[in-house]
């Protein structure tokens, strides 16, 4: 299935948009969907987060968008974070476009500021349905000359009540708009959504097969973007391999990490399809030859590579699909050697480490990186071991004498402990061995903020005085309540847990239960499944309503629920705290939190 962007019948705009965010090859997802959208048919798209749907929808749409200003295309989303990410990605896609505007238009941002924007008539318009709907209500967005309609993480709007505003803008977009349908599940809902206002959609869905992926330790980290250079040095630090393969998914990726690298003192070098083949050749015969300790490369540069002996392959980033993680570990324990597999996951990736786990069946092992003090720990035993060696190795006469020279010459009483000057041996060589840097555990840029157990009162909080969401999940999917430490004081929402909480962490928002906020913090019910997972990245530095939250179990008994009627499971009453959604109160208070 392997392909080219150029092959997809892009212009050379949008092609050169591409080049400059250095996607070397289109994924799976994107070689199906491009030359069907590009085609003009309706589609329903089955593709995650991190598969790089979002260029999948996009650049199709972006080829329809004429130099008109008028709103030519929209993209809904379910949530903010997500359609700034969104609206970003296609601004970058369309850099050489010098005549289109991107617009995201969000709740929580102003909405005078949004009527300046929409006034000047930017042709894709990225949004939430809400406060689409808004403008829509307000006549500030029209929709009559709309080409093409995008729903992204369809399931997710859904599940989060957003049904009856996607209907009404897509009764607003012309019959002859396409529309296109991305969604990571199929439940039946979007069956319908996709039966109602799809016309013969072609159905876009990488076969997932059943990979087998080879027996060796494969392990991951879960880390936050910005911490992957550290991340890696550490591990490369910690594990001293002989050589290693980094894979990065973009040509520029590849290009900084190995600066990096260079920079930091390894022997590393990079390996993209902008190479000239002698430039290739140069850098495969230093790996070869064990000039290079480091070499990073893309998937497309790694596939020529014939090196039996790399020790790891480190995934700087996840890769797209499952095929690639096969091919990418099974270039470490080759010919008999052990090798070891290594992977960076962020928040959002998580779904992708989970279908790699699912369809290859490996099971791969969540570490924790080595801190500064196990680094530091790791550098002094190694030179001690050296030190131990090289005594065991016999008399060291010629050496002695220099010390007694040097301790005869500059402390000629014998004022200083042989100790002190062992000391500062080891000093000089941990440093010299490392390229002079010097660790200071105390502060450690991977560090995560210290969990907590709940304190007594705030369990005891918890009573009726608290505002909550209804719970969604069906009885028998287990469930654990997490503690989230921010409450009403701080104008929570039930809406803004929830995104937090699936947006961050990239799980489906129908995996949140039961929401209760209390006035200094809510306690959330999320399935068993994930919960763990949800600890770890809500703790690793995320804000909601301004506040750097924290997150642990929560073990109190439950509070008591207020009784609800049955239909008020999926559509909350008005003077039930509200999930976003078609509500009067969220839109009048103006306090959207999506
Ligand atoms: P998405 O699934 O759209 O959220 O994309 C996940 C990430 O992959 C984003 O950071 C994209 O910029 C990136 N991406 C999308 N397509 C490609 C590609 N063909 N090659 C490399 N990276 C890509």
């Known amino acids: 299935m392997t392909t080219s962007f150029a092959a997809l019948g892009l212009s050379p705009a949008l092609l050169q948009g591409i080049e400059d965010l250095g996607f070397e090859e289109p994924s799976p997802i994107q070689t199906l969907a491009v030359p069907a959208l590009l085609a003009g048919r309706d589609a329903v798209g089955q593709a995650q987060t991190g598969t790089g749907k979002t260029a999948a929808f996009g650049l199709p749409l972006l080829e329809r968008m004429g130099p008109e200003r008028r709103t030519q295309g929209i993209v809904l989303c379910p949530t903010r974070e997500l359609a700034i990410q969104v609206a970003e990605e296609l601004g970058r896609l369309a850099v050489h476009r010098k005549d289109l505007r991107v617009l995201p238009v969000y709740g929580g941002q102003s909405i005078e500021r949004q009527f300046r924007a929409?006034?000047?008539?930017?042709?894709?318009?990225?949004?939430?349905?809400?406060?689409?709907?808004?403008?829509?209500?307000?006549?500030?967005?029209?929709?009559?000359?709309?080409?093409?309609a995008v729903l992204d993480e369809a399931d997710?709007?859904?599940?989060?009540?957003?049904?009856?505003?996607?209907?009404?803008?897509?009764?607003?977009?012309?019959?002859?708009?396409?529309?296109?349908?991305?969604?990571?599940?199929?439940?039946?809902?979007?069956?319908?959504?996709?039966?109602?206002?799809?016309?013969?959609?072609?159905?876009?869905?990488?076969?997932?097969?059943?990979?087998?992926?080879?027996?060796?330790?494969?392990?991951?980290?879960e880390v936050r973007q910005h911490q992957k250079g550290e991340a890696l040095c550490r591990l490369l630090d910690a594990q001293n391999f002989r050589k290693a393969l980094v894979f990065c998914s973009t040509k520029r990726g590849v290009d900084d990490v190995t600066l990096?690298?260079?920079?930091?003192?390894?022997?590393?070098?990079?390996?993209?399809?902008?190479?000239?083949?002698?430039?290739?050749?140069?850098?495969?015969?230093?790996?070869?030859?064990?000039?290079?300790d480091v070499l990073v490369a893309t998937d497309v540069a790694a596939r020529g590579i014939d090196v039996d002996d790399v020790d790891a392959v480190i995934n700087y980033d996840i890769p797209h699909d499952v095929e690639s993680?096969?091919?990418?570990?099974?270039?470490?324990?080759?010919?008999?050697?052990?090798?070891?597999?290594?992977?960076?996951?962020?928040?959002?990736?998580?779904?992708?480490?989970?279908?790699?786990m699912r369809c290859t069946k490996a099971s791969i092992s969540r570490h924790q990186l080595p801190t500064l003090h196990d680094l530091h720990h790791l550098r002094t035993a190694k030179v001690m071991d050296e030190v131990l060696e090289t005594l065991a190795a016999g008399p060291q006469e010629r050496w002695i004498a220099l010390v007694e020279e040097f301790l005869g010459t500059h402390f000629p009483e014998g004022r200083i402990a042989s100790r002190d000057v062992?000391?500062?041996?080891?000093?000089?060589?941990?440093?010299?061995?490392?390229?002079?840097?010097?660790?200071?555990?105390?502060?450690?840029?991977?560090?995560?903020?210290?969990?907590?157990?709940?304190?007594?009162?705030?369990?005891?909080?918890?009573?009726?005085?608290?505002?909550?969401?209804?719970?969604?999940?069906?009885?028998?999917?287990?469930?654990?309540?997490?503690?989230?430490?921010?409450?009403?004081?701080?104008?929570?929402?039930?809406?803004?847990?929830?995104?937090?909480?699936?947006?961050?962490?990239?799980?489906?928002?129908g995996l949140v239960g039961a929401?209760?906020?209390?006035?200094?913090?809510?306690?959330?019910?999320?399935?068993?499944?994930?919960?763990?997972?949800?600890?770890?990245?809500?703790?690793?530095g995320?804000?909601?309503?301004g506040t750097k939250i924290t997150a642990e179990p929560w073990l109190a008994a439950p509070p008591p629920r207020k009784p609800h009627a049955p239909g008020a499971r999926r559509r909350p009453s008005s003077a039930s705290p509200q999930r976003p959604g078609r509500s009067g109160g969220r839109r009048a208070s103006g306090a959207q939190g999506l």
């Open 260 to 292: 990096q690298l260079q920079r930091r003192g390894y022997q590393a070098d990079g390996l993209h399809g902008n190479l000239s083949q002698g430039q290739r050749d140069r850098v495969m015969g230093r790996f070869r030859e064990e000039g290079l």
């Open 515 to 540: 929401i209760d906020i209390a006035p200094r913090f809510s306690v959330v019910e999320v399935a068993s499944s994930v919960a763990e997972e949800v600890l770890a990245i809500l703790n690793a």
């Open 156 to 221: 997710e709007m859904l599940d989060m009540g957003f049904r009856e505003d996607i209907e009404e803008i897509l009764e607003k977009t012309p019959e002859n708009c396409q529309r296109v349908l991305f969604s990571a599940t199929m439940p039946p809902a979007i069956r319908a959504l996709a039966d109602r206002f799809l016309r013969d959609p072609e159905v876009l869905a990488v076969p997932h097969r059943t990979q087998t992926a080879p027996a060796i330790e494969q392990v991951y980290y």
């Open 325 to 356: 993680y096969v091919h990418r570990i099974g270039r470490t324990g080759r010919a008999g050697r052990e090798g070891r597999a290594f992977t960076f996951v962020t928040a959002r990736e998580h779904f992708r480490l989970r279908d790699i």
């Open 118 to 148: 929409l006034a000047q008539g930017p042709q894709v318009i990225v949004g939430t349905p809400g406060r689409i709907i808004d403008h829509l209500h307000r006549g500030t967005l029209h929709l009559e000359e709309t080409a093409v």
């Open 422 to 509: 062992a000391a500062a041996l080891l000093k000089l060589l941990v440093r010299r061995d490392f390229g002079g840097q010097d660790i200071d555990p105390g502060h450690d840029p991977l560090a995560e903020a210290p969990r907590r157990a709940p304190r007594a009162e705030e369990r005891r909080e918890s009573g009726s005085d608290t505002a909550r969401r209804p719970p969604r999940r069906h009885s028998d999917t287990p469930m654990t309540r997490i503690r989230i430490s921010v409450g009403r004081a701080h104008s929570v929402k039930p809406g803004m847990l929830v995104g937090a909480i699936a947006g961050e962490c990239g799980i489906p928002g």
């Open 542 to 545: 995320v804000f909601v309503c």
